[in-house]
Nanobody
Framework: QVQLVESGGGSVQAGGSLRLSCAAS???????MGWFRQAPGKEREGVAA????????YYADSEKGRFTISRDNAKNTVYLQMNRLKPEDTAMYYC???????????????????WGQGTQVTVSS
């Protein structure tokens, strides 16, 4: 069983930055760790993912160049650095983990078995 706790959300002005953290308890080696977001009235969408086995990273097209996902295996933590934030980035951000040795669809909610409670990000114009 994997438990995930997100932190680092908050309110920023457009153009600002935030770093989200996802602290995991349980085995997350050789798993897909993803960040998703969901705005009110919209579906949950994949933002970025990383395969902890080899470090491969995956990004949604709209986030390439602005967001960076990384991991600290020693701390069992995954991060999402978000730069040049826009009002449309406003959403609840969720961390997710797949089962081991699975990362076939890293930006799809169906890939992931474990979810955190989310952290709110609000970007004002």
């Amino acid at each position: 069983q994997v438990q995930l706790v997100e932190s680092g959300g908050g309110s920023v002005q457009a153009g600002g930055s935030l770093r989200l953290s996802c602290a995991a308890s349980g085995y997350i080696y050789y798993t897909c760790m993803g960040w998703f977001r969901q705005a009110p009235g919209k579906e949950r969408e994949g933002v970025a993912a990383i395969y902890t086995g080899g470090g491969s990273t995956y990004y949604a097209d709209s986030e390439k160049g602005r967001f960076t996902i990384s991991r600290d295996n020693a701390k069992n933590t995954v991060y999402l650095q978000m730069n040049r934030l826009k009002p449309e980035d406003t959403a609840m951000y969720y961390c997710a983990a797949s089962k081991p040795y699975s990362c076939n669809s890293p930006l799809s909610t169906g890939e992931f078995s474990y979810w955190g409670q989310g952290t709110q990000v609000t970007v004002s114009s």
